[in-house]
């Protein structure tokens, strides 16, 4: 039986970076869009896929939105190669999430590390923080912090992290900054967005210096949750950017 799932670090049993950039190459040839607003996102298999593709595509994306994931898991030891180029990065973790845990395990990325990476010089070498502290403490407990930025990195790009307070395994399409209500987290605005949808466009229109982009991808298909299908991507046009 085929796999339903993609091929993120280490589920390496198919060629779907090759598909991603064979697809991207296909769309610039047929349509043009501008390199510099092309966007990879994704839920669940597909966040762990979107930390792939800013890893080894990053010749092709600008930005990439990643939404319960982490760089790798059953990574044993982990060696996750150094991204092709910088890229701006988006990392949004429900504190409660029991399927990929926000803290790791000795084989699975926790949050910092994930952040640890896109921030330093494997990738896109940052030298300003907003804060010191760590996500996760040295015995793997999940600390106070609730957003972490990195800027003055490579390629005028921006690596932030965003704790979901109460937040487990799915995409959240109402407000996330209403006292009381989970999930919850006390930075976001309506500069930032405060739902997923308009918080991952902050970001993606920023990385463009534009209010509108071109084109996004995601492995994220419409209405499956969580989804772990092989194949369900989609391309749009805005404002038609996510269901």
Same mark, same amino acid.
């Given at each position: 039986? =085929?796999?339903?799932?993609?091929?993120?670090?280490?589920?390496?049993?198919?060629?779907?970076?090759?598909?991603?950039?064979?697809?991207?190459? +296909?769309?610039?040839?047929?349509?043009?869009?501008?390199?510099?607003?092309?966007?990879? +996102? $994704?839920?669940?298999?597909?966040?762990?896929?979107?930390?792939?593709?800013?890893?080894?595509?990053?010749?092709?994306?600008?930005?990439?939105?990643?939404?319960?994931? *982490?760089?790798?898991?059953? $990574?044993?030891?982990?060696?996750?190669?150094? *991204?092709?180029?910088?890229?701006?990065?988006?990392?949004?973790?429900?504190?409660?999430?029991?399927?990929?845990?926000? /803290?790791?395990?000795?084989?699975?990325?926790?949050?910092?590390?994930?952040?640890?990476?896109?921030?330093?010089?494997?990738?896109?070498? /940052?030298?300003?923080?907003?804060?010191?502290?760590?996500? /996760?403490?040295?015995?793997?407990?999940?600390? =106070?912090?609730?957003?972490?930025?990195?800027?003055?990195?490579? $390629?005028? +790009?921006?690596?932030?992290?965003?704790?979901?307070? $109460?937040?487990?395994? +799915?995409?959240?399409?109402?407000?996330?900054?209403?006292?009381?209500?989970?999930?919850?987290?006390?930075?976001?605005?309506?500069?930032?967005?405060?739902?997923?949808?308009?918080?991952?466009?902050?970001?993606?229109?920023?990385?463009?210096?534009?209010?509108?982009?071109?084109?996004?991808?995601?492995?994220?298909?419409?209405?499956?949750?969580? /989804?772990?299908?092989?194949?369900?991507?989609?391309?749009?046009?805005?404002?038609?950017?996510?269901?």
């Amino acid at each position: 039986m =085929a796999k339903t799932n993609w091929a993120y670090f280490f589920n390496a049993f198919n060629d779907d970076v090759g598909f991603f950039r064979q697809l991207i190459n +296909t769309l610039q040839a047929s349509v043009g869009p501008d390199s510099k607003r092309i966007y990879v +996102t $994704g839920l669940p298999s597909g966040a762990l896929m979107s930390h792939r593709l800013g890893v080894q595509l990053s010749d092709l994306v600008a930005a990439t939105g990643v939404l319960e994931g *982490a760089l790798f898991l059953k $990574g044993n030891p982990p060696q996750v190669p150094s *991204a092709v180029g910088p890229v701006s990065v988006l990392i949004l973790h429900g504190d409660q999430d029991k399927t990929v845990l926000y /803290c790791g395990t000795p084989v699975d990325a926790s949050q910092e590390q994930s952040f640890n990476y896109w921030s330093g010089n494997s990738a896109d070498t /940052c030298s300003r923080f907003d804060t010191p502290a760590a996500l /996760c403490d040295g015995q793997g407990n999940i600390t =106070a912090v609730v957003q972490k930025d990195a800027t003055n990195c490579s $390629g005028s +790009t921006e690596v932030k992290f965003y704790k979901l307070i $109460g937040g487990i395994h +799915t995409w959240y399409a109402a407000p996330m900054n209403v006292p009381g209500q989970l999930p919850f987290n006390p930075d976001f605005n309506s500069s930032t967005g405060i739902a997923t949808r308009d918080i991952l466009w902050s970001l993606f229109s920023a990385s463009s210096g534009e209010s509108v982009g071109d084109w996004y991808v995601s492995n994220r298909g419409p209405y499956i949750s969580p /989804c772990t299908r092989r194949r369900q991507w989609r391309i749009a046009e805005p404002p038609f950017l996510f269901p």
